[in-house]
């Protein structure tokens, strides 16, 4: 995964709006992505996954989007709230890692939620 | 229903010693993955596990092993211990182990002193 120190990328946020929190990621060959949230002091909580045969995925208050031709995934928040506030982290899996399921980390973005 | 457990929540070490931690999964996943999280990052693939079998393994020293048990759960042990290695330790299990989501458990905070 991408290293980015202890300065990570915030994004603060009006209770009520919209957030979009944007990924870079770096293997072409990557075919199943995930993103996950992480509140301090825990494990990285499921979001939502979108194979690359698709181009958005919408769960509840979440959308995904990929772009593969430019190697960019974003998480879409609907209608913001307090409880969104957390680190929120893409992953990828590429398929050169053969039969393992090696997840590799993006650069984690910090979403604040201000009242 | 249970999610992925993981034992002990907080472990203080000095250097040179040896720790093991250790992860059950989801009832009736197969697959136990370990993750290194350094404060700050992201987290970085340590070894995955399916049936027991070693089925991928991070750019991680020797010092790092790990085993899964025939009930699916699983030990990661680390020897001589360095003070790099103070680190939220994770564990994901997931049914297969290939292409699908892998579900987080707390970790282990590991403190080397």
């Known amino acids: 995964g991408e290293s980015v120190g202890l300065h990570l990328p915030t994004l603060s946020v009006q209770e009520g709006d919209n957030s979009i929190i944007n990924c870079a990621y770096s293997?072409?060959?990557?075919?199943?992505f995930i993103w996950y949230k992480q509140e301090s002091g825990k494990g990285p909580q499921f979001i939502i996954d979108?194979?690359?045969?698709?181009d958005k995925r919408q769960g509840q208050r979440v959308t995904v989007l990929l772009n593969k031709t430019v190697k960019h995934l974003s998480l879409q928040i609907a209608a913001t709230q307090p409880g969104d506030s957390a680190v929120y982290f893409c992953?990828?899996?590429?398929?050169?890692?053969?039969?393992?399921?090696?997840?590799?980390f993006g650069t984690g973005t910090r979403l604040q939620v201000t009242l | 229903d249970a999610g992925v457990t993981q034992s002990p929540t907080h472990l203080i070490k000095t250097r040179g010693q040896h720790v093991t931690l250790r992860c059950s999964p989801i009832?009736?996943?197969?697959?136990v993955s370990w993750y290194q999280q350094v404060l700050g990052q992201g987290p970085q693939f340590i070894f995955q596990?399916?049936?027991?079998?070693?089925?991928g393994r991070g750019n991680f020293p020797d010092r790092f092993s790990a085993r899964q048990f025939p009930n699916y759960s699983s030990e990661l042990n680390v020897n001589a211990l360095l003070l790099g290695d103070s680190a939220l330790y994770l564990c994901?299990?997931?049914?297969?182990?290939?292409?699908?989501?892998?579900?987080f458990g707390p970790g282990t905070r590991l403190l080397v002193l």
């Open positions: 009832s009736g996943h197969k697959s």
């Open positions: 979108i194979r690359s045969n698709m």
């Open positions: 994901a299990s997931s049914l297969r182990g290939f292409q699908e989501t892998q579900y």
């Open positions: 596990y399916y049936e027991k079998e070693e089925r």
């Open positions: 293997n072409s060959a990557s075919d199943y």
């Open positions: 992953a990828e899996n590429p398929t050169l890692t053969g039969t393992a399921s090696k997840l590799t």
